[in-house]
């Protein structure tokens, strides 16, 4: 490129002003600075001179010292070009900066800059890219181009224009644009619809320019239609549908062939099915067949002319294939809701649509019976739903459902009736809510042999309708399910899991699961339940299910006192109720309940609270029933004592009948209840019948008088008589049982006497016992003589008898051995001895 010497007038930032000579009142620089370009590529060397003119007032009378700056840089310079030194020259071997001032600057004091240029430095233009033209075909038609360029790449201005060519025509069209501006808008009239020709862009900027690549096209291949619309959509022979379409009212005069693309989709699908029509006219029909039957279907279409985009989607329109019979099976779960063990089973059976089951019709209903060919004797129920309710004979094992509509009825699907099983239940039950609103369900898996899947059964807890209950089938070895399609955020539901055997059901684990959880709508208010001391019992009310928006994780209690200094106590997730210790009385306290789920938390309203002093008649009450509670115990352990005591004196000593006044006939247990403790009336003791001990005392030859007086003073030493050599009759036992007692009378037989006039004798024994309370009244001090009339000789009984003195009695009744049975006994052995 020729270098050209451009002189440019610098104005300068510094607080100097330009020093300049005035002539003819014209002020002109001091000094001029020439380049070879101010616009230079990047990288490039620039050259550049100083010359000062002759008049310049800083260098008159001396010589001048000069010095190049680019910027605030400073850069060496050469000497002098002439004698004079107004000439000087300065050269920048690589300029990388985009925009910079080269200064001309004299060292006086202070510097003065005398002179300067500013150099740019840039790129050529690159090529424009991605040229593209576009017809519009409707009421205003156009032809727009535009193109992607890059004039931050140049760091210079650049300029764009575009350029058409009708090659029929030979027509040449140039467009200049304004700075910025990538497209352009060609009127009608420059150009043709079918008939070609070649578009470009070409860029320009003060170091070169550049083209794009030409774009050939006509017109018409290069528009963009009008959504075009299907006229008329019906239901066809062997699972077709039929379409007829056409173009906008702009652009219905095009007769050409199209290429038209049809999408399809069920009405409860969101999935589309496309085909491609390479070669359709407006107003003729298309076919789309092997659809489903009975199924209603939506349809959508676009076209394109060659080459050029694609127009958009029609609106929709919508059609419904011939019906059939159902065909597949269904998916379902049943299981028992009463009493399993009565004669008749309560059943609750769930059903949906399998993948492979196909309805082919619009109005499907559904047949549960017992036979497997349907009859009105063994219809169980029939709805359009998805349950029901029924009963079936405990003895029945299965149940069959058919789905029907208007063109007939599918093959029947077997349910098997599994009664519920004390199996055992799964454990480890977990439900995360993931990203996407569904819900992950975890369980442990059975290691049972007999097992056969899992029912994943969920429903909203706030809805009680069982058209709400919805259910999944996984197989026996997986653990988890991904349950999706049906959950509303910030509800709860009741997530169960049955394990589903060969013969039976097992026992369900249910979890409670949020698909999304969010802060509590609200925050119960806190109630003052107790008020001691330095402690306070602080409660509050469970809230409502449908407010509460989550699982709730925590409960918060903040309180703090004048201090300003927060405590926080966590509160009884299940008794909510938290109890603060270690408050000081005569103090106002403010409390905040904080609720928190897993999606946030929520604060309610604050409450205050003041801990007051105890009333002294309040303590003093406090101490009496404390002293009360204390000596209770020990009052009632000394009336137990007392109570106790009696009942030991009658258990250890008990009443007896006296045996100077009574029969043995009457000393029966019968006669002794009056005298016995009650816990002593079940089992009569011995101990309260009399002992009877049989002696064998040898008889010496004396007379009877010594006889007598032998009994007589034996009275007084009876402690050999208790000894015991034979039994009662009656009491067996009673010698060893009783070996200890002491016997209050004992009754004595000569052993081997000869018959005797003289009856026997029976002496009191000397046992301090205590008898009857009525003894005194009745029983005498010495006994009388109890002997048959007619006896010979006195006989004495527990005392001694007056010397010789003889007492006037009256006759006495003979013994009748009848009222002494046990007496009687001893005689009848009296002659035989002791066994």
């Known amino acids: 490129m020729a270098a050209t010497w451009v002189s440019l007038v610098v104005v300068l930032v510094v607080a100097a002003d330009v020093n300049a000579v005035e002539n003819d009142g014209y002020a002109r620089p001091c000094a001029s600075v020439h380049t070879s370009s101010s616009v230079v590529a990047v990288g490039s060397p620039v050259e550049a001179v100083c010359v000062i003119a002759d008049d310049c007032p800083l260098l008159i009378g001396h010589a001048a010292d000069v010095e190049w700056r680019l910027d605030d840089l400073v850069l060496p310079g050469s000497p002098a070009d002439d004698r004079s030194h107004r000439t000087h020259r300065v050269v920048i071997p690589s300029f990388n900066h985009s925009r910079a001032t080269l200064t001309c600057c004299v060292l006086t004091s202070p510097m003065q800059i005398i002179g300067g240029v500013e150099i740019r430095a840039g790129y050529p233009p690159p090529a424009p890219q991605n040229l593209s033209c576009q017809a519009n075909l409707s009421a205003q038609e156009s032809l727009t181009c535009d193109w992607e360029a890059s004039p931050q790449a140049s760091r210079l201005p650049t300029k764009y224009t575009l350029h058409t060519h009708i090659g029929d025509l030979n027509r040449n069209r140039t467009y200049e644009l304004p700075p910025g501006v990538h497209s352009y808008t060609i009127p009608r009239s420059d150009f043709v619809l079918f008939s070609e020709m070649e578009i470009y862009v070409r860029a320009a900027n003060q170091l070169g320019e550049a083209s794009s690549a030409p774009l050939t096209l006509e017109p018409v291949s290069a528009a963009k239609f009008d959504p075009p619309s299907i006229a008329r959509m019906q239901a066809g022979r062997f699972n077709c549908l039929r379409l007829r379409w056409d173009l906008s009212q702009h652009q219905d005069w095009m007769t050409d062939y199209f290429i038209l693309e049809v999408r399809f989709k069920t009405a409860e699908s969101s999935l589309w099915n496309k085909i491609l029509v390479l070669r359709a006219k407006p107003k003729n029909p298309v076919d789309r067949c092997n659809l489903l039957h009975g199924t209603r279907y939506v349809a959508q279409i676009r076209v394109r002319y060659q080459q050029s985009p694609w127009s958009e989607w029609s609106s929709s329109q919508s059609a419904v294939t011939m019906e059939s019979a159902p065909t597949g099976h269904l998916d379902t779960w049943m299981r028992v809701t009463g009493d399993h063990m009565h004669k008749q089973l309560q059943m609750l059976l769930f059903w949906k649509p399998s993948r492979r089951f196909r309805a082919n019709g619009r109005n499907v209903s559904y047949v549960v019976s017992v036979r497997k060919v349907r009859s009105k004797r063994g219809t169980l129920c029939a709805t359009a739903g998805g349950h029901c309710t029924f009963q079936v004979p405990r003895r029945a094992r299965k149940v069959y459902i058919v789905a029907e509509n208007a063109a007939g009825k599918s093959s029947p699907t077997q349910v098997r009736i599994h009664h519920p099983k004390a199996y055992e239940a799964i454990w480890n039950i977990s439900a995360a809510a993931l990203a996407d609103g569904s819900v992950l369900v975890q369980w442990t898996k059975l290691p049972s042999a007999g097992l056969l899947d899992y029912v994943v059964e969920w429903r909203p807890q706030l809805e009680n309708a069982l058209s709400h209950v919805r259910f999944e089938l996984a197989g026996r070895n997986m653990s988890s399910l991904v349950i999706a399609g049906s959950f509303e955020p910030y509800k709860p539901y009741g997530i169960s899991v049955y394990p589903r055997f060969k013969d039976g059901i097992g026992r369900p684990q249910t979890v409670n699961a949020y698909s999304l959880q969010k802060a509590p709508s609200m925050v119960p208010k806190l109630r003052i339940q107790k008020n001691w001391r330095s402690d306070v019992e602080l409660t509050w009310d469970e809230i409502p299910l449908d407010r509460r928006n989550g699982i709730i994780r925590s409960y918060t209690l903040f309180y703090w006192d004048e201090t300003k200094i927060v405590h926080a106590a966590i509160g009884d997730l299940k008794k909510r109720r938290t109890v603060l210790t270690g408050l000081s009385a005569m103090v106002v306290y403010d409390a905040v309940l904080m609720v928190s789920t897993g999606g946030g ?200 008898c007056a010397g010789g003195e003889e007492e006037e009695k009256e006759a006495e009744p003979a013994i009748h051995w009848d009222d002494f049975p046990f007496l009687k006994a001893l005689a009848m052995n009296d002659t035989q001895g002791c066994a």
């Open 601 to 800: 938390s929520r604060n309610g309203s604050m409450v205050h609270f003041d801990i007051k002093e105890m009333d002294p008649v309040f303590v003093a009450m406090i101490a009496v029933l404390s002293a009360v509670f204390f000596l209770l115990p020990i009052i009632v352990m000394v009336v137990f004592c007392l109570y106790k005591d009696s009942m030991l004196k009658v258990r250890f000593w008990p009443a007896v009948p006296d045996p100077a006044n009574s029969s043995i006939r009457r000393w029966t247990s019968e006669s002794t209840q009056d005298s016995m403790s009650p816990w002593d009336r079940e089992e009569p003791n011995p101990i309260y019948l009399s002992h009877l001990s049989v002696l064998d005392v040898p008889i010496k030859p004396k007379k009877a008088e010594e006889d007598h007086s032998l009994w007589s003073n034996s009275a007084e030493d009876t402690s050999d008589l208790g000894e015991s050599l034979c039994g009662s009759p009656f009491l067996p036992g009673l010698s060893s049982a009783n070996s200890d007692s002491i016997p209050y009378a004992s009754v004595i037989f000569p052993a081997a006497s000869p018959p005797t006039q003289h009856p026997h004798v029976y002496l009191r024994s000397e046992s301090t016992q205590p008898l009857l309370e009525s003894e005194e009244l009745h029983s005498p001090k010495s006994y009388q003589d109890l002997a048959p009339a007619g006896s010979h000789g006195e006989q004495c009984f527990f005392g001694p």
